[in-house]
Structures are given as C-alpha cells and as structure tokens.
C-alpha cells in the first residue's frame, strides 16, 4: 500500500466537452485507472494511473463513479510502484499467480527452509448463518485475519510455538469442521445472523481463550444483489465483500472480481445557464 490515501485526479490526454442541450458547453474530466489490488480488512481499492498507486478508501458514503472497461492482468507491484502487465488473463496471468505455500501445509514444510518460528494462532470463525471453519494465523495479526475473511464471530481456541504446529493441529480438526469457506457461502450470509446457538455448543469443546463478534455496519434488511459493478455510494466492506447502494438497490461485490479492469472516471463539471440577456 501507499502512504498517501488521498484520491488523484489526472486528466486522460485531450479535455472532451460535451453540451447541455441549449448549446453550451460542459467541460468533463476523464481520468483512466486500473484497479490493481483490494484491501481486505479495512477496506480499500489500490489503484494505478501510469504505474503510480493510490489507496482509495471505501468508507461508509464514499461515492464510486468508476466504468468498468476492458480487464487484464493486474500486474505485480514492486517498492510501491505497479509494473503493468497487457496479458490477457486476469486478475493475473500465469506469470504473476503467486500461489503462497503456506496456505496448502499440513505440518510438512513445502519451503526450502521452515520459516514460521514465531507464535500461531488456532482459531474457529464463524459465517452467517451456519458455517464454521477452523483456521491458523501469527498470532500477531489474529483480529485482522479474521476481519479479512469477514467473519461474523470467532474464537481464538490455541496458541502454539510455531507454524508447523499450527497447521498440524488445523489439519486434525479440519476432519470434522470445514477449513475453507467459499465465496457464495459468505454471499448468501449476508444480511442474516450466525447461529450463536450452534456456535456457541461447539466452542465448548475447546475451551477458548478468547472470542471475537465483528459488526460491519452493513444495515441490510435483504439480500444484496450479486453483481460485479464499481459505480454507487459504499455502504461498507466485509472482508473481500463490497456493498454498494446505487439506483434504489444494494449490490454485493466481489473485491477481487474487480482487480485488472481498466476503469474510466467521469466528473462533469455543471455550470449555470445563462440568461439570454446576456449574450
């Protein structure tokens, strides 16, 4: 991320105009970004304009107004600076995908050398309505896993020395609590409460240590409407999940079905008619 999550304005070449239907002229901005990378746990959109990268926060009552145009890879960024890439495949080609290792052990390290020598958290997290999974993550960083996965409510159920340990003890409970939580899953929850019931019969049999209710200020009274769009006024983020109101309804986004498209932003400015005295 950058240090800076102000949003840059640049003209795109030429400024076009347009007209108002009486004949004068509107001049209009036309600025052309790539979405390039989504921030999961506060909630956040990176995007470059000329391989320069702005953090566009996605707070309660920010206005959107990007077009989505054509989409490719998303590139790689190195020392706060986007290297683009035109490759067809998105969000990343096959020369960008970074598959992380650590997400894929079971307690046999996949490095060349074990690196995960510092405290690991276990954790059970739960998914509106009914879904429960159990995961790992440093210790350090625990309230921000789960708030990057969205989840409703959680507990923290073990801390052990290492991440060999860690995965080794996820990868036992895993037989019987799912350790992985799809996208349409966390999809259909939204608007809906957990289950504090169930979650709660199965906390007791693993003592935890401490728990966790996360409120994202979302306010649905129905299920949000699926779709792929970045125009409309942001009512919050749940992990990966944007929702935007936009026309009268709301809108659940995919943050990552967003990342390597080329978007437009329009910003006309209005100008009063002038009385026809005064030509």
């Not at 990343?92 to 405290?119: F, N, Q």
């Not at 409460?193 to 306010?219: I, K």
Request: include cysteine; proline fraction near 3%.
């Amino acid at each position: 991320m950058v240090a800076s999550h102000s949003q840059r304005v640049i003209a795109a070449g030429s400024r076009p105009v347009e007209t108002n239907g009486y004949g004068f002229i509107h001049p209009v901005t036309r600025t052309s970004v790539q979405i390039v990378g989504y921030d999961s746990a506060d909630g956040g959109l990176l995007v470059s304009d000329d391989d320069r990268l702005t953090y566009r926060e996605l707070t309660a009552g920010v206005d959107l107004e990007y077009t989505l145009e054509d989409r490719h890879c998303a590139g790689t960024i190195h020392d706060d600076t986007h290297i683009a890439c035109e490759n067809s495949a998105a969000p990343y080609c096959a020369d960008h995908t970074h598959i992380w290792v650590c997400a894929r052990c079971t307690g046999s390290c996949l490095k060349d050398e074990m690196d995960c020598h510092d405290d690991h958290a276990i954790y059970l997290a739960a998914f509106a309505p009914d879904t429960f999974k159990v995961g790992v993550t440093k210790r350090w960083r625990l309230e921000t896993r789960l708030r990057e996965q969205g989840a409703d409510m959680a507990a923290h159920i073990r801390t052990v020395a290492n991440g060999r340990i860690a995965r080794e003890l996820e990868a036992e409970i895993a037989t019987d609590i799912t350790d992985r939580v799809r996208m349409p899953t966390k999809l259909a929850g939204l608007g809906q409460s957990v289950d504090r019931g169930a979650f709660e019969a199965l906390l007791t049999e693993f003592e935890p240590l401490e728990t966790f209710d996360f409120e994202y200020g979302l306010e649905l009274e129905r299920q949000p409407v699926k779709e792929t769009l970045a125009t409309g006024t942001v009512r919050g983020t749940k992990g990966r999940i944007l929702v935007l109101d936009r026309g009268g309804s709301t809108y659940a986004v995919d943050m990552r079905e967003l990342v390597g498209y080329e978007v437009s932003e329009r910003r006309q400015r209005r100008e009063l008619q002038s009385s026809l005295g005064s030509f």
